[in-house]
């Protein structure tokens, strides 16, 4: 069984960062593409960042220039780097992992935090 622990997310004031992180523990053998997907309060959730094993990213258009993905395959973790944050970047931030688990390639999801921007 696979596992994704995040870090705490919490309350940032506008203008603020805030770093996220997420670790893969379980039965798995390799890890493909690890990202970070939000969703707001009546709202779908939406990609905010992935990154493959190779390093290769993507990003939501709402977040480019302002968040960066990185992750450190030797430790099985991604982390969002969240910069010049605004109060519409509020919303709960689940990881989300692509692995190979014996043969089959799973998707797994972390429990979510919150990230709350306001003044």
């Known amino acids: 069984q696979v596992q994704l622990v995040e870090s705490v997310g919490g309350l940032v004031q506008p203008g603020g960062s805030l770093r996220l992180s997420c670790l893969a523990s379980g039965r798995f053998f390799s890890i493909n593409t690890m990202g970070w997907y939000r969703q707001a309060p009546g709202k779908q959730r939406e990609l905010v960042a992935a990154i493959t094993s190779g390093h290769s990213t993507n990003y939501g258009d709402s977040v480019k220039g302002r968040f960066t993905i990185s992750r450190d395959n030797a430790k099985n973790t991604v982390y969002l780097q969240m910069n010049s944050l605004k109060p519409e970047d509020t919303a709960v931030y689940y990881c989300?992992?692509?692995?190979?688990?014996?043969?089959?390639?799973?998707?797994?999801w972390g429990q979510g935090t919150q990230v709350t921007v306001s003044s």
């Open positions: 989300n992992a692509e692995l190979w688990s014996d043969l089959d390639l799973v998707t797994s």
